[in-house]
């Protein structure tokens, strides 16, 4: 589907607009290096939140070679204001947040949400789950449900693979804090620690009583095996939910 170039989503507002040295002589006298709004947020994207090119293009709306080109020019002007002492200041129009504001509004009454899941129970860890159990919900009720076999292991894939299916919230057991930074980036909200039959955390999200869990709850890799309820890996037991938390 082409995309209209002139539409790109920004997921984030910069926590600040200017940057000036702090040893000026004459600041007016500056030349100001201007980072457009879609620079720094694919900066912010693929340098900050680590996600491959292709993964920040879904997010944005973009094509991954316009990506490219913004990440670039980003990287230019940056080197080129600490290079030169040069005052930065990021610049774009407010129009360029509408998108998330309305997605942000809409998420209310229509959701599209990601459990990961094997044979109907919450998978403990991410990074490795073999399937998603995928809910779409309107004004709280469930409208669609499936179970999508998973891309590949690792969180850059499966973050990827979240966005290209338009998921806003991610239910699980484990995660990792590379995995957590992919997704938040990505505008995907998190409740981790889950455990139990994967609908059932969908219905408790939906009533307001599943607890919003947003941070990494396993400090070990998103990649690499673990031990899990079936017994294979090397040490690391996940009894209920994962990364060693036991639940209820």
């Not at 209209?4 to 290096?33: G, M, Y």
């Not at 998330?100 to 509004?105: F, I, M, P, S």
């Not at 409740?191 to 955390?201: E, H």
């Not at 939906?206 to 090397?234: I, K, M, R, W």
Request: glycine share 12%; proline share 4%.
């Amino acid at each position: 589907m082409p995309r209209n170039p002139s539409h790109k989503i920004i997921r984030s507002d910069p926590p600040a607009r200017r940057f000036e040295p702090s040893e000026q002589k004459s600041a007016s006298r500056l030349s100001v290096v201007n980072l457009l709004l879609e620079e720094w947020e694919a900066m912010r994207l693929v340098d900050y939140a680590g996600m491959e090119q292709s993964q920040a293009a879904l997010s944005m709306g973009v094509s991954r070679q316009s990506v490219q080109m913004l990440v670039s020019s980003a990287r230019t002007k940056l080197a080129r204001a600490v290079v030169e002492g040069l005052p930065l200041q990021i610049i774009g129009e407010q129009q360029k947040n509408l998108n998330t504001d309305l997605r942000n509004e809409e998420r209310e009454r229509k959701m599209k949400i990601a459990v990961t899941a094997q044979h109907t129970e919450v998978f403990p860890h991410f990074g490795r789950t073999p399937e998603f159990y995928i809910v779409t919900t309107e004004d709280g009720n469930i409208t669609d449900e499936k179970i999508i076999q998973a891309p590949a292991e690792g969180h850059g894939a499966l973050v990827g693979f979240l966005v290209s299916q338009g998921i806003d919230t991610l239910i699980c057991g484990g995660i990792g804090g590379g995995a957590v930074n992919s997704l938040r980036a990505a505008g995907i909200q998190i409740y981790a620690g889950a455990a139990g039959p994967a609908k059932d955390q969908v219905l408790s999200l939906l009533s307001g009583q599943l607890p919003h869990q947003g941070d990494a709850n396993c400090d070990h890799h998103d990649g690499h095996d673990h031990q899990h309820e079936h017994g294979h890996g090397h040490g690391h037991g996940h009894a209920d939910g994962g990364c060693g938390h036991h639940h209820e």
